[in-house]
């Protein structure tokens, strides 16, 4: 499995390097079973995050023809209202850590991001992840409409307003997408998807490095609809 971590201007620095090392340790253990790297749609350069200007380095181009799982992050910065999203882009000397989170989420969809997740998304053969607010970037670019998704809490009402049936979960496995809820949830997400793409057995070896256990229930769309109380 082949995983490209999409960075784009403003993106939250937890969101790409938890799924991030757990694919990298996942591939060590498996003795290469899975390949990690960090993308972007320009290509390779110099990204800034949205995290006290921490900066991270794209080395290739998002490409959906190149990978197995495109994973999408969220962005760091103030939370704020979502109609923010509509502000005016920034000048050139504007600090991506000034600008509220809708207003970043939504600058990717004037760059060539969504094209690239809409091919991603079209081909059965890749999975798509998110964590986050990578998924409001699928949602706002009208890709996830009638699909089961998670989403930071701050965001449900905002994604179930794009038509997606918004599920209050750690991680949503929804069969070719795969989405995770707050920050954090990319250790959970990226675990997950080693479990099912690689097996336990490697999961649980990077579990045990990293000493930590997943939380939380994976939500799938299956099996008897709960009963309310």
Do not use: K, N
């Not at 959906?64 to 994973?71: G, K």
């Amino acid at each position: 499995m082949h995983a490209q971590i999409v960075l784009f201007d403003g993106f939250d620095p937890l969101d790409v390097i938890a799924p991030y090392e757990v694919l990298h340790a996942g591939g060590a253990a498996s003795g290469g079973l899975v390949t990690v790297e960090l993308a972007s749609a320009e290509g390779p350069r110099q990204v800034a995050g949205g995290t006290g200007g921490l900066a991270l380095r794209a080395t290739a181009a998002l490409d959906p023809a190149r990978a197995d799982l495109v994973l999408v992050p969220g962005a760091s910065g103030r939370v704020a209202a979502p109609d923010e999203a509509d502000g005016p882009a920034p000048d050139a000397g504007d600090r991506q850590q000034d600008a509220s989170i809708p207003v970043l989420l939504g600058r990717t969809l004037t760059t060539g991001l969504p094209a690239l997740l809409r091919t991603a998304v079209a081909d059965p053969e890749v999975i798509v992840g998110a964590v986050c607010g990578g998924t409001l970037v699928l949602a706002m670019a009208g890709l996830l409409e009638g699909r089961h998704a998670t989403t930071h809490h701050l965001g449900l009402d905002m994604l179930d307003a794009t038509g997606v049936h918004a599920v209050r979960a750690r991680v949503v496995d929804d069969g070719d997408l795969v989405t995770g809820a707050g920050v954090t949830s990319g250790l959970d997400l990226a675990l997950h998807l080693l479990e099912r793409e690689v097996g336990p057995r490697i999961a649980h070896a990077v579990e045990e490095l990293f000493a930590y256990e997943r939380r939380g229930v994976v939500w799938r769309d299956r099996g008897p609809v709960p009963i309310a109380a």
